[in-house]
T-cell receptor
Framework: DVKVTQSSRYLVKRTGEKVFLECVQDMDHENMFWYRQDPGLGLRLIYF???????EKGDIPEGYSVSREKKERFSLILESASTNQTSMYLCASSLDGGLGEQYFGPGTRLTVT | GDSVTQMEGPVTLSEEAFLTINCTYTATGYPSLFWYVQYPGEGLQLLLKATKADDKGSNKGFEATYRKETTSFHLEKGSVQVSDSAVYFCAEGGSNFGNEKLTFGTGTRLTIIP
């Protein structure tokens, strides 16, 4: 079974704090993704990565950065958290040639106060 | 760019009712199509998929057929159960070689009442 884990299920941070969200997958997948999920907006892609040390901006990268130093780990960084970054964050991974099928982690609900 | 439009919710049905959730897409090439389901408090999990025109994906009593002529992938179930209450997402992707991104619809919240 593919397993994607995220470091926290719930997180509360203060405005201006630097926030790290970690994601680990155990199936040697090349591709990893970070989304945020908001009511009425569905899933929006923040960043994705096709390989170690490689990253591409998604649809809403502003205010975020990412790091992929090892194949199995993909980190999302909020350099200076703001209240409009309060959201559910979902990590996913997929196999090259997998025709797009993605495997999701359980999500991290981040609240910025 | 690619886009997915799905039926807005919320949808409330009685147990054993017939379910349809509409989904249409715009994409270049020949994308794969997916339905994902999100149960309360959980991440998304794949419900079913179809990778080429006229393919039918099926799982847990749900079905969807890849209709290229109408660019649609409607989700159906003949008799829903309370346990089907969840948010359902239609998605398309993999239409360009090496591009593994998915484009998701906004989701449809389904509630089944006993």
């Amino acid at each position: 079974d593919v397993k994607v884990t995220q470091s926290s299920r719930y997180l509360v941070k203060r405005t201006g704090e630097k926030v790290f969200l970690e994601c680990v997958q155990d199936m040697d997948h090349e591709n990893m993704f970070w989304y945020r999920q908001d009511p009425g907006l569905g899933l929006r892609l923040i960043y994705f990565s096709y390989d170690v040390k490689m990253k591409e901006k998604g649809d809403i990268p502003e205010g975020y950065s990412v790091s992929r130093e090892k194949k199995e780990r993909f980190s999302l960084i909020l350099e200076s958290a703001s209240t409009n970054q309060t959201s559910m964050y979902l990590c996913a991974s997929s196999l090259d040639g997998g025709l797009g099928e993605q495997y999701f982690g359980p999500g991290t609900r981040l609240t910025v106060t | 760019g690619d886009s997915v439009t799905q039926m807005e919710g919320p949808v409330t049905l009685s147990e054993e009712a017939f379910l349809t959730i509409n989904c249409t897409y715009t994409a270049t090439g020949y994308p794969s199509l997916f339905w994902y389901v999100q149960y309360p408090g959980e991440g998304l999990q794949l419900l079913l998929k179809a990778t080429k025109a006229d393919d039918k994906g099926s799982n847990k009593g749900f079905e969807a057929t890849y209709r290229k002529e109408t660019t649609s992938f409607h989700l159906e179930k003949g008799s829903v159960q309370v346990s089907d209450s969840a948010v359902y997402f239609c998605a398309e992707g993999g239409s360009n070689f090496g591009n593994e991104k998915l484009t998701f619809g906004t989701g449809t919240r389904l509630t089944i009442i006993p």
